[in-house]
């Protein structure tokens, strides 16, 4: 295996590790929200998007030439030509066609990984945002619940007074109960608005947490089909030499 393609590998199985700690179930999305706003991620940031559109083009480019070496030692015309010429050409060109599909197999899940990762790590980061502006809405609620029951009170203490005072205070009384009912609508209209986003939210958080469901049953499936092409290239492998 060339030099290149031993980075290529080592950065799949760097991939896959990375991938695999991601899905961990004991770490939640706030602690990876936490770790990826570091200062030194911020700095990283500015060339991140030129780093992964070259990393893709340089694996897409490897993909390429491992399907044009397939092509190349998988023609019949070309087989029969060199083995025409020396007894172990056939040999030495199923070997070659090996490797390209060996390189093949391990640049296109290269790149598939990359896309995954990068998929992963945006769904992390919104999954997080969602959790803190739950949370947020939540206090919200709260708050403007507990002052929605403090104005009540104080309501029902201004009738108690009314009741017990002259028709001199009845009036001023009035007014401000008035005021304390129109506040208090005021109230119960923000408490209605923040519960509707409060249920807003936890829909996208539902809906983000079966997206990753999904991202990760589908990663366990190409895993599984990674493991299976490993074990039948080695078979290959084996019976090619």
């Known amino acids: 295996m060339t030099l290149q393609w031993v ?3 080592t950065f799949l199985y760097a991939e896959i590790g990375l991938i695999l700690i991601f899905c961990l179930p004991f770490i939640p999305p706030r602690r990876w929200q936490k770790i990826f706003s570091f200062h ?11 780093a992964f559109l070259t990393i893709i083009v340089l694996l897409i480019v490897l993909f390429l030439d491992a399907v044009r070496e397939i092509r190349k030692y998988s023609s019949t015309h070309a087989i029969e030509k060199s083995s025409a010429s020396r007894p172990s050409a056939y040999e030495h060109t199923q070997m070659k066609l090996f490797r390209s599909q060996r390189n093949l197999y391990i640049s ?10 990068r998929r992963l790590v945006t769904l992390i980061t919104q999954l997080a945002k969602e959790l803190s502006t739950k949370g947020a809405l939540k ?18 203490k201004l ?29 119960k209209t923000e408490l209605k608005k923040t519960s ?29 089909e990674h493991s299976e092409l490993q074990v039948h290239l080695g078979k290959g492998n084996k019976k090619g030499l």
């Not at 030194?40 to 030129?50: D, H, L, P």
């Not at 009314?162 to 009912?181: C, D, F, M, R, T």
């Open 7 to 9: 980075a290529v590998a």
């Open 40 to 50: 030194v991620w911020g700095k990283i940031a500015t060339f991140w998007n030129k």
């Open 108 to 117: 296109g899940f290269s790149l598939f990984f990359w896309l995954v990762l």
């Open 139 to 156: 206090t919200q609620a709260e708050n403007t619940n507990e002052a929605a029951k403090k104005f009540m009170e104080e309501n029902e």
């Open 159 to 187: 009738k108690e007074i009314l009741k017990s005072h002259g028709k001199k205070e009845e009036y001023i009384l009035e007014a401000e109960n008035k005021k304390l009912i129109e506040e208090q609508e005021k109230l």
């Open 196 to 224: 509707d986003a409060l249920s807003k939210a936890q829909n996208d958080v539902m809906t983000m947490k079966m997206q990753s469901e999904r991202l990760s049953k589908e990663y366990d499936r190409l895993l599984k």
